[in-house]
């Protein structure tokens, strides 16, 4: 059983930054694939971006379209955390964001097994 705890939410101005932690444990971290989601009400759960492992690298990052050039994904083997680095925040990033896993690094990115509880995002303009 995998246990996903995220930390760093809250409030920020247009333009600011914010970053999401989110601590593993209960498996194995290295190969261990990891991303984040986001939530509005009345809207379904959206990817965010992803780290996965692969073969012929030491990882590989995702990111959808609306973020790209804005968030940085990363991760802490030694800490079992990956981060979500948000900046120049925008209003429509305002959401529940939920941190994410699998050890599919495709799963991850449509349908993780795992995910944590979430943390809110607030944008003000």
């Known amino acids: 059983q995998v246990q996903l705890v995220e930390s760093g939410g809250g409030l920020v101005q247009v333009g600011g930054s914010l970053r999401l932690s989110c601590a593993a444990s209960?498996?194995?971290?290295?190969?261990?694939?990891m991303g984040w989601f986001r939530q509005t009400p009345g809207k379904e759960r959206e990817f965010v971006a992803a780290?996965?492992?692969?073969?012929?690298?030491?990882?590989?990052?995702y990111y959808a379209d609306s973020v790209k050039g804005r968030f940085t994904i990363s991760r802490d083997n030694a800490k079992n955390t990956v981060y979500l680095q948000m900046n120049s925040l925008k209003p429509e990033d305002t959401a529940v964001y939920y941190c994410?896993?699998?050890?599919?690094?495709?799963?991850?990115?449509?349908?993780?097994?795992?995910w944590g509880q979430g943390t809110q995002v607030t944008v003000s303009s």
């Open positions: 209960g498996r194995t971290f290295s190969r261990y694939a």
């Open positions: 994410a896993g699998d050890l599919s690094g495709f799963r991850v990115r449509v349908n993780p097994t795992d």
């Open positions: 780290f996965a492992w692969s073969a012929w690298s030491d990882g590989t990052t």
